[in-house]
């Protein structure tokens, strides 16, 4: 049984930075990925970054490169999303996901666990 748990969001302003966490179990990460996604109010669910497990390829969509930066502690199960310089749009809920992660994007196998909440507000 596949388990996901997203953690560290909270109210930050707007320069400010933040780190995710995504402790996952049920599955091995060397045959997977993970990827966040996000929803804003009123919004569908919003790809943001994956990695690989097999060989720690990334993926960012362009409004988050070079702010965002995803890493994964393979002896913790665990995926981060390291956030800096936000923005009033990066306010959403953040989810992760078992995915697939290539160069054209990230697309989830339908898993999802509890998202945490990240508020970008002066």
């Known amino acids: 049984d596949v388990q996901l748990q997203a953690s560290g969001g909270g109210l930050v302003r707007p320069g400010g930075s933040l780190r995710l966490s995504c402790v996952f179990s049920?599955?091995?990460?060397?045959?997977?990925?993970i990827g966040w996604y996000r929803q804003a109010p009123g919004q569908e669910r919003d790809r943001v970054s994956c990695?690989?497990?097999?060989?720690?390829?990334?993926y960012y969509k362009n409004s988050v490169k070079g702010r965002f930066t995803i890493s994964s502690d393979n002896a913790k199960n665990t995926v981060y999303l390291q956030m800096n310089n936000l923005t009033p749009d990066d306010t959403a809920v953040y989810f992760c996901?078992?995915?697939?992660?290539?160069?054209?994007?990230?697309?989830?196998?339908?898993?999802w666990g509890q998202g945490t909440l990240v508020t970008v507000s002066s």
């Open positions: 990695i690989r497990g097999s060989d720690g390829f990334t």
């Open positions: 049920g599955l091995t990460f060397e045959d997977y990925a």
């Open positions: 996901s078992p995915v697939s992660c290539d160069v054209k994007g990230l697309y989830s196998y339908g898993i």
